[in-house]
T-cell receptor, first 109, second 115 residues
Framework: GQNIDQPTEMTATEGAIVQINCTYQ??????LFWYQQHAGEAPTFLSYNVLDGLEEKGRFSSFLSRSKGYSYLLLKELQMKDSASYLCAVLDSNYQLIWGAGTKLIIKP | GAVVSQHPSWVICKSGTSVKIECRSLDFQATTMFWYRQFPKQSLMLMATSNEGSKATYEQGVEKDKFLINHASLTLSTLTVTSAHPEDSSFYIC???????????FGPGTRLTVL
């Protein structure tokens, strides 16, 4: 079966750095997405990785290792507004998005 | 990124009635559209996928006669919840994918409450 694993909840301090991990087992791979979702709102796109390595975009960076079936989202200089759920999703061989359950990130002052 | 609109944003209806939710792409042609449902504190659950020129493909456990999906054009998809029941109360979100699949653009979602 297809499976995406990510921690259920994480807590971090304002101004700090946090890394949210995601491991996956899917039938084929056509890229991995990270989305941010605030409570009661639709997800918003953060990043897309299809090649191994680190993609940096401002305070957010995403890393992918296809051989390990592993990705992480790195958030720097945390702000209170970063409190949200972060969803990892993999595009499988049929171009279907397989979603993780999401990681709820709580930022404390 | 692309702009996707959904209408209505929220709807309250009586049990047994039908509700239509519209999803529009405002600035690009979407060859693939997805409908998701999300219950509180749970992840997105894909309900169905529709591709340009073909009927929707429903995920296992989703009743196609209850959740009617019409990919009317490259900029419009509709989801009709027929004979809605309280257990259908959920957050319904559409997303659109351009041809190269490297991003999905989500609508703002529709919160459905069935009394």
């Amino acid at each position: 079966g297809q499976n995406i694993d990510q921690p259920t909840e994480m807590t971090a301090t304002e101004g700090a750095i946090v890394q949210i991990n995601c491991t996956y087992q899917t039938s084929g791979f056509n890229g991995l997405f990270w989305y941010q979702q605030h409570a009661g709102e639709a997800p918003t796109f953060l990043s897309y990785n299809v090649l191994d390595g680190l993609e940096e975009k401002g305070r957010f960076s995403s890393f992918l290792s296809r051989s390990k079936g592993y990705s992480y989202l790195l958030l720097k200089e945390l702000q209170m507004k970063d409190s949200a759920s972060y969803l990892c999703a993999v595009l499988d061989s049929n171009y279907q998005l397989i979603w993780g359950a999401g990681t709820k990130l709580i930022i404390k002052p | 990124g692309a702009v996707v609109s959904q209408h209505p944003s929220w709807v309250i209806c009586k049990s047994g009635t039908s509700v239509k939710i519209e999803c529009r792409s405002l600035d690009f042609q979407a060859t693939t559209m997805f409908w998701y449902r999300q219950f509180p504190k749970q992840s997105l659950m894909l309900m169905a996928t529709s591709n340009e020129g073909s009927k929707a493909t429903y995920e296992q456990g989703v009743e196609k006669d209850k959740f009617l999906i019409n990919h009317a054009s490259l900029t419009l998809s509709t989801l009709t919840v027929t004979s809605a029941h309280p257990e259908d109360s959920s957050f319904y979100i559409c997303s659109l994918a351009p041809r190269d699949y490297n991003e999905q653009f989500f609508g703002p979602g529709t919160r459905l409450t069935v009394l």
